[in-house]
């Protein structure tokens, strides 16, 4: 969630209103009817909608969602989706790790993605360098494994990190 208020209803009876620096998750497995909507009726909503395809079929519909306060991301990576969903990050049915960080201009984060794995990097807002190369908002850059990934912030920015398997 980057600006507004996002509203979440499911058939699993799960409901809820998502805001800046909240993280959701929604497996749909073997089926579930769900809705997201302005959970406003004057303010904007922006957010970003990510599929990630399961490891499986068949999964049993499940959701989550977490908050990650600006303080938690800001000049660090934050891990907030894994599979196993260790540092309190929500749970992906895949071999990925999404980290996402605040970078004012100037702080500078790094990333080992290894052998075989690739990344992806997605500037959410603001513009940030990647190993040299400027991007802004909505750009995205594929990498691939051994390298590493740095970003530094040219004005403020949020940064997702994919390290795929």
Do not use: C
């Amino acid at each position: 969630m980057l600006d507004g208020a996002l509203e979440h209803k499911d058939s699993m009876g799960n409901g809820s209103i998502m805001r800046p620096g909240d993280v959701q998750r929604m497996s749909a497995g073997n089926g579930v009817r769900h809705s997201e909507f302005n959970a406003s009726d004057i303010d904007e909503v922006h957010f970003l909608q990510i599929w990630i395809l399961p490891e499986r079929d068949g999964l049993e519909p499940s959701y989550e969602q977490k908050a990650f306060s600006a303080d938690d991301k800001r000049g660090k990576l934050r891990l907030v989706g894994s599979r196993d969903g260790r540092d309190g990050s929500v749970t992906i049915h895949q071999d990925v790790d999404l980290y996402a960080t605040l970078l004012s201009e100037g702080d500078q984060v790094a990333h080992e993605l290894a052998d075989g794995r690739k990344g992806w990097v997605q500037v959410a807002t603001g513009t940030a360098d990647l190993n040299g190369k400027t991007l802004a908002a909505g750009d995205g850059v594929a990498v691939a494994g051994p390298a590493t990934i740095e970003v530094a912030g040219e004005s403020d920015a949020e940064v997702l990190l994919f390290d795929m398997g």
